[in-house]
């Protein structure tokens, strides 16, 4: 049975499902306070209610190392990050203490009886400018002449929603000690880096653990970080020689989980007479809560670097800063400041083809770097390694009827309507560094296949089996792929940045070559020769309800280029779900905190996320252009839909509310907003 009929089937095995003879469950006592100095916690009742094994404090775990964080480039602060509350309390929802019992009920009871007490201080929910983490500045020209030399400069500043993963499954983590140490399983993107993580924190030989991530039922980035509940876990396994378990109910998962997105930026593009970009000035602000995880800054740093996406700017200025604030953990998102940078630059681009009188379409295809000069290094050190972006926008315009779709929009506007177009261009970058496989040749003519680029659930497992058939010229059917077991290979890195068709199925290609060229077994780790880059373009067509300001997306069309594609239903699966996740963000999606830092969208009753009715039936279309950068040709595209789909939505709504004098939306994009940006003096009663 194939891993997709599996788990269509219901006979996918996920960590929840897991339960070793004597297990022990685990519940976090968890702070109702944002801001508070820890005077005491009192857990003299909790020890001694039904089935207690052992009731944990900061006291307990003081004195562990941190988690790692990656730092891509110097001068970052990062704030302690104890696995549970030592001097402070920093977030609603920080765990003060651990509870393990014999039963999960035992231990969530056992949790409320825990008495904290503390000095409440007043929350710093907003980024806060006496906590900065990281600053950093790209520069590149004379930026300060240019802008003062240009015919024309535009302006935009744009917020980015904060938004909450709400994946399928929750975080969870089951941990079985033996003599020798300890297994994990755990529901990761990246077991290697939690294996690391563990042994770094509780002090252990890497050797003497062992992380397996079996099926997982989504992560969009949030779980490709080492959480300080999963070292809990090992931990608490390991205090007390028995398994020990914790699955995180849905509450807790948006109380504690990362968030994504969240950030703010302000942005002036310097244009001359033809309305070619000629300077960018940029400065970005990234909220990133009470801790931070491994790639907290990756979001703020992607931002910066993929600036300004797909065009050529020879002049600019980026300025990035990162803030603490007393809430959640802001990290990792599908897409990880590759929405954050297309959305701003997209925004800027259409003020400036508004500026100028030019269509948009023109705008872009006017200051696209040409595919004649790929690779492309852009002025914040990134290299665009190939592609045709005029060539994908041309694709994209034609299966629109653009002329013949802009003449009727203007029909529809004459008469009443509010409708819109909406374009968006963007360039992804897809993952750099390396990644491992193991391939045997059995002598049944099978082949087994180790890899280290794990799955989420998307049945990347197919992909591979195609990948290794084609290499050496079996029946897909034949292929075993192996997956999430730290046991399995040296070292990995596991499911992020659209790198793992890419980078891993290029892992796999060698140890192919070289297993059949040495007689049956081999081992290899694949570094990629440089960052691929895929792109593409989007365009949308939005009308909006002049009673209710419920919007309707009438048509939206994505053109990508990936590369090779190596799976055309899972590459077609991936922009479905990514696409999904964007619209998500454009019209639904917003996490709040109340003023004291109170979550209120801490379930799915607040939380909007989107529906199937929501959802229009996407047109797709490609162009390919692979890269020379791995051994495949193949680009990343996991992310597209996120990154593509919510520029295009909201420049369709100032489109179709041009005429209202609207020039500024922020997202979501929800009827209410809209109903009150139609109206002037609705506007001027929300101010």
């Not at 007390?240 to 995180?248: C, D, E, G, T």
């Amino acid at each position: 049975m194939g891993v997709d009929e599996r788990r269509l089937r219901g006979r996918g095995s996920y960590v929840a499902d897991l339960a070793p003879d004597g297990c022990l469950h685990l519940a976090f006592a968890r702070s109702p306070y944002a801001r508070a100095a820890l005077r005491a916690v009192r857990a003299d009742s909790a020890r001694a209610a039904p089935g207690v094994l052992g009731v944990f404090t900061g006291a307990d775990v003081a004195g562990l190392h941190d988690i790692a964080v990656n730092r891509p480039f110097e001068g970052i602060s990062v704030p302690p990050h104890p696995l549970l509350s030592q001097a402070g309390i920093h977030a609603v929802g920080e765990p003060f203490a651990a509870v393990v019992a014999a039963t999960l009920d035992q231990a969530r009871d056992a949790a409320e009886l825990i008495e904290l007490d503390v000095d409440g201080r007043d929350a710093r929910v907003e980024p806060d400018p006496d906590r900065v983490a990281y600053r950093q500045t790209w520069e590149a020209g004379e930026v300060e002449a240019t802008f003062a030399d240009a015919h024309r400069v535009v302006r935009v500043r744009v917020e980015q929603a904060r938004l909450a993963a709400a994946p399928m499954e929750a975080r969870a983590t089951l941990a079985i000690p033996d003599a020798d140490g300890v297994t994990v399983w755990t529901s990761t993107q990246a077991p290697f880096k939690v294996r690391a993580d563990i042994a770094n924190v509780l002090v252990l030989d890497e050797s003497k653990v062992r992380v397996i991530a079996p099926d997982v039922g989504g992560a969009f980035g949030a779980k490709g970080a080492t959480y300080r509940e999963d070292l809990m876990v090992a931990w608490a396994a390991l205090r007390l020689a028995r398994p020990v378990k914790w699955i995180a109910s849905r509450s807790e998962d948006f109380l504690a989980t990362q968030h994504g997105r969240g950030s703010r930026a302000e942005a002036e593009l310097a244009l001359d007479r033809d309305g070619r970009f000629l300077g960018l000035r940029a400065s970005i602000m990234c909220s990133l809560g009470s801790v931070m995880t491994n790639s907290s800054v990756i979001t703020g740093f992607n931002q910066a670097r993929i600036l300004p996406g797909p065009y050529r700017v020879p002049t600019m200025r980026i300025e990035l800063e990162g803030r603490l604030t007393d809430t959640a953990t802001v990290s990792i998102y599908r897409g990880a400041g590759r929405p954050e940078a297309a959305f701003l630059m997209e925004r800027l681009v259409d003020a400036a083809a508004r500026t100028m009188g030019m269509d948009p379409a023109e705008i872009r295809r006017r200051n696209f770097v040409h595919a004649t000069a790929l690779p492309w290094d852009t002025p914040t050190g990134a290299r665009l390694d190939s592609g045709d972006y005029g060539a994908t926008l041309d694709l994209l315009l034609k299966q629109a009827d653009y002329t013949a779709l802009r003449a009727e929009v203007a029909r529809r506007r004459a008469s009443g309507e509010r409708v819109g177009i909406g374009l968006a261009s963007y360039v992804e970058p897809c993952g750099r560094g390396g990644e491992s496989a193991r391939v045997k040749l059995e002598a049944d003519g099978r082949v087994s296949a180790w890899t280290g680029a794990t799955s989420q659930g998307q049945g990347r497992e197919r992909a591979f089996a195609r990948i290794l058939a084609r290499e050496l010229g079996v029946a897909e059917d034949k292929v075993d792929i192996h997956q999430g077991d730290t046991a399995d290979l040296p070292d990995g890195v596991g499911a992020l940045a659209s790198r793992s068709t890419g980078i891993g199925g290029s892992a796999l290609v060698l140890a192919a070559r070289r297993a059949r060229a040495e007689g049956g077994d081999a081992t290899e780790w694949h570094e990629t020769k440089g960052e691929p880059w895929s792109h593409g373009s989007c365009l949308a067509v939005l009308r909006i309800d002049q009673e209710t300001g419920e919007p309707t997306i009438e048509r939206l069309l994505l053109a990508d280029d990936a590369g090779r594609i190596i799976d055309a239903a899972g590459a077609e699966g991936q922009l479905h779900g990514g696409i999904a996740q964007g619209l998500g963000q454009a019209l639904l999606e917003r996490v709040v905190y109340d003023e004291v830092g109170q979550l209120l969208t801490g379930s799915f009753l607040d939380y909007a996320m989107p529906r199937a009715v929501d959802f229009p039936q996407p047109e797709l279309m490609h162009t390919e252009t692979p890269t020379p950068l791995n051994e495949l040709g193949a680009k990343g595209l996991g992310e597209t839909g996120c990154i593509a789909v919510p520029p295009a939505i909201v420049n369709a709504a100032l489109d179709a509310l041009s005429g209202d004098g609207v020039t500024h939306l922020d997202m979501p994009l929800t009827a209410p907003a809209l109903w009150r940006a139609m109206d002037p003096a609705r506007r001027g009663r929300e101010a």
